[in-house]
């Protein structure tokens, strides 16, 4: 008796299943269901492609960084940055490799606004304390995402992870270092550090998401949790990244600009005033304060350095 | 040390800073926008060594009690800087932020060809230095001066062999840094209390080595040689500059000098 | 001559930490060529650790594992015969008459020589 091709489907996606629930990791190569890989694509192309954009709000600040210690530690950073949207996108180019696709199309996918990168990084920088603030907090809620996916199911992505992790310890400490010293600097610099906080805590109540699908129609975390990629919902991970930074930036004397944040010891949660997500809705459709500027000039300098890709793309006697 | 020994001495730790924070400077400012990812994170490294040698130079003019590192290397206004003239050019027409900003990879591959390969020959006379400090750091940063020169003749060779556009903008970027890149060899109006004084070897002897190398490298490309190496626009050495160094400047401090007292 | 081939092909790194340590799978990289792909390397993958050889290998010349060809690759837990593991009576016998057993630390240890 022949097994239909569906039945067929259905046995691997079971045994795909028992795998995940056992804990075990899938690689490129391995069979998987059709919604796991597009998950995989759809996280790991924008988690990728945001790394390289969010270079550019702290390149911003990267020539004109204090002093040589600090412009030295920031390019550093930023560096590392890029360096992990290298990782990231290997990663997916490996995913997409099956569609006949490579970095090019999802560079493309990006220009074209099919590709999205990450809310935070459309807003504006105004001041150095602002690569601080950059440095530390979105870093720090970066890391809490990030670590949330060390024990990603797909083995590619965790190793990924694991590297970036091992450099995000750095980054936490370099963040810290710029926004303690302005906190405990002069009244000016204080100042400057207060200004960035009251400017960007919005944008870090909206970083991990919103906390339903409700909010914007759509949200890919059950997926991701289903299949063993992440652990936490959005709304989990906001609450832990309170927990570990709301008594931090009191401590060094920041006020946090929002009088109704409190931590309810019975509900044994955060109480905070939500962002506005029609903002949010904006960002993700690429209308935020920064999106179109910082498009433009990755494409600027994309378009414009073509000639280097293309010339050594040729069979020519380089390459040969 | 008397003090004409040491003036000689400080007048080149300034040209050896100088060069190295204003090409790191050009560097910093490519940091997520060259065309190949993987060579953004690998120009960064050479970005940093250099303007960490840079550091180390003016770390050693502090010692001499030329004030501190980041005032030497943040405050000094462009008159008073010593680095070439072709290392503070920009990286390309337009603004380094959101003012449409065109980097032209040909002229950084050639500019950092060049200004590696002298800086060698630099390094290399150093290690034969009376100034101790100064053997000690051309030991030191030997290596990664080694790396930088790898890297970037790599990439000269293959988009010279390239062929096509490639090499027609190569070509292009040749003419112009060689204009100019006199200005990295020359020691300045104090060359001979420099020399004499054989805290380095003379402007002639690194110019006919870094020569020998080019002509050698240039046939082998099948590239004609472009003769004498220029100082078109004048020498740095001197404090003769351009207003793309007092932009650079102008940047580069712009949030140290906020307050160059209190730590940053 | 002409003929377009894809700009980014893709290149393993390895590093070796020191000259007896094995060499190690990095990560993979895009790069035109092995030159290109050489000068790259280490700027991206060891930044903060000391190497002191690296190796870029074109992915495409790996002949690595299918899925099917993975699964044979567990054995059965019956091999302490290659290993130390049963010879552990041995420690009793050479006590009996004063000698040490020569594990792997006292085997290991000879490579000093003979000391003077």
């Known amino acids: 008796m022949a097994i239909s091709v569906r039945d067929a489907e259905k046995v691997k996606y079971r045994e795909f299943m028992e795998r995940i629930e056992a804990g075990e990791k899938i690689e490129a190569d391995d069979w998987m269901p059709d919604e796991y890989r597009q998950t995989l694509i759809k996280l790991i192309s924008m988690h990728g492609i945001s790394e390289i954009m969010g270079a550019l709000p702290e390149k911003e600040w ?18 590392d940055e890029v360096g992990h949207g290298q990782l990231l996108l290997r990663v997916a180019e490996d995913l997409i ?3 006949g696709k490579t970095r090019e199309d999802l560079i493309q996918d990006l220009f074209s606004g099919k590709l999205k990168f990450h809310n935070v990084f459309h807003w504006k920088t105004k001041s150095w304390a602002d690569a601080g603030l950059i440095g530390w907090l979105v870093d720090g809620a970066a890391i809490i995402t990030q670590t949330n996916m060390l024990d990603a199911s797909y083995a590619p992505y965790a190793r990924a992870l694991k590297r970036i992790a091992a450099e995000e310890v750095f980054h936490a400490q370099h963040g810290e270092a710029i926004a303690v010293a302005l906190a405990k600097g002069t009244e000016q610099q204080k100042q400057m550090m207060q200004d960035a906080l009251n400017r960007w805590w919005p944008a870090l109540m909206m970083f991990f998401g919103p906390p339903t699908a409700e909010t914007t129609g759509s949200s890919k975390q059950e997926i991701t949790i289903k299949y063993k990629i992440r652990k936490n919902t959005n709304e989990d991970l906001r609450q832990f990244y309170l927990t570990k930074y709301v008594p931090r930036i009191q401590g060094i004397g920041l006020t946090i600009p929002d009088e109704t944040l409190r931590y309810d010891e019975e509900k044994k949660e955060w109480i905070y005033r939500q962002p506005d997500w029609n903002e949010f809705l904006k960002i993700i459709r690429n209308e935020g304060p920064m999106s179109q500027e910082r498009l433009r000039i990755r494409k600027l300098s994309y378009e414009n350095n073509a000639w280097v890709r293309e010339a050594l793309g040729l069979n020519t006697a380089v390459n040969v | 040390m008397n003090r004409e020994y040491k003036e ?28 190949h990812i993987e060579e953004d994170v690998a120009y ?24 501190k590192v980041d005032d030497l290397a943040q405050l000094r206004p462009a008159n008073e800087r010593k680095n070439a003239i072709i290392l503070e050019e920009k990286n390309g027409q337009g603004h380094w932020l959101y003012e449409e900003p065109r980097y032209d990879w040909a002229f950084t591959v050639v500019r950092n060809y060049f200004y590696e390969a002298i800086k060698k020959k630099k390094i290399d006379s150093l290690k034969q230095s009376t100034y101790e400090p100064l053997v000690q750091t051309a030991i030191k940063i030997d290596t990664e001066a080694r790396y930088h020169l790898m890297h970037w003749q790599t990439w000269f060779e293959q988009l010279i062999r390239a062929g096509g556009e490639a090499e027609e903008r190569m070509k292009a970027a040749i003419e112009k840094v060689w204009k100019d890149i006199g200005g990295v060899l020359s020691l300045g109006p104090n060359e001979e209390k420099i020399v004499s004084a054989g805290i380095i070897e003379s402007e ?14 240039f046939a082998e490309l099948g590239l004609e040689f472009p003769g004498e190496p220029g100082m078109e626009r004048g020498d740095g050495r001197a404090g003769v500059h351009t207003e793309d160094l007092e932009e650079a400047i102008a940047t580069l401090s712009e949030v140290y000098a906020l307050d160059p007292a209190v730590p940053w | 001559m002409g003929e377009k081939v894809p700009f980014y092909e893709e290149f393993v790194v390895f590093s070796r930490k020191t ?4 060499c190690q799978e990095q990560f993979t990289l895009l790069a035109p060529n092995h030159e290109i792909a050489l000068v790259m390397a280490q700027e991206n993958f060891m930044r903060r650790e000391k190497v002191c050889d690296i190796w870029v ?8 594992m299918t899925p099917e060809e993975r699964k044979t690759l567990e054995r059965v837990d019956n091999k302490d015969y290659r290993t130390t593991k049963g010879y552990g009576y041995l420690v009793r016998i050479w006590r009996e008459i004063d000698q040490g057993m020569l594990d792997e630390k006292e085997i290991l240890s000879w490579s000093k020589g003979r000391v003077k």
């Open chain 2, 44 to 67: 960064s490294s050479i970005t940093q060594n250099t303007m960490g040698h840079a550091a180390i130079y003016y770390g050693i003019l502090e010692e001499l009690g030329e004030g």
């Open chain 2, 204 to 217: 002639a002897v690194l110019k006919e080595r870094f020569l020998a190398d080019m002509k050698e490298k």
């Open chain 1, 97 to 99: 490799k099956p569609y």
């Open chain 2, 8 to 35: 000689a001495v400080v007048e080149l730790l300034y040209q050896l800073a100088d060069d190295d924070l204003l090409v790191s400077y050009r560097g910093s400012e490519w940091l997520g926008l060259v065309p």
């Open chain 1, 62 to 79: 990267t020539p004109k960084a204090p002093t040589l210690y600090r412009k030295l530690a920031i390019m550093a950073k930023v560096q």
């Open chain 3, 57 to 64: 290998v074109k992915r495409s010349d790996i002949r690595a």
């Open chain 3, 19 to 22: 000259p007896v340590s094995p």
